[in-house]
């Protein structure tokens, strides 16, 4: 499994915004996969749409690595497939089960939330 460096968390901007406390650096693949660092200052959302909301808190921490990440990707030229499997990796990392990541999964690859 791939893995994070150590990581201090997100503070809230407003709404359903964040910025990273520090840099976010995640291994692709494995631990010793390669790194993709997340700028301290990053700003990111974690967009779950208003109908899911009393599902999936968009302000439940365990989301906010994956999905400062994920944002990152897709900043960075990352296509939405990949993108998303690599923030599913991160989700299962973060101890998000199973049934919970593939409907995240699923929303990150079709929806996008403007």
Known sequence: MSAYTAH??????GG????L??????HIGHEDGPPV??????????S???LLRWLFDPHDPAFHKAAALHDWLLENGWDRVTAGAVFHEALKADGVSLPRRL???????????E
């Open 8 to 13: 201090l968390g997100a503070i809230p901007i």
């Open 16 to 19: 359903i915004e964040y910025r």
């Open 21 to 26: 406390a520090r840099s976010l650096t995640w």
């Open 37 to 46: 660092t997340v700028p301290a200052g990053f700003m990111f959302e974690v």
């Open 48 to 50: 779950v749409p208003v």
């Open 103 to 113: 409907v995240m999964l699923l929303a990150v690859i079709i929806w996008r939330y």
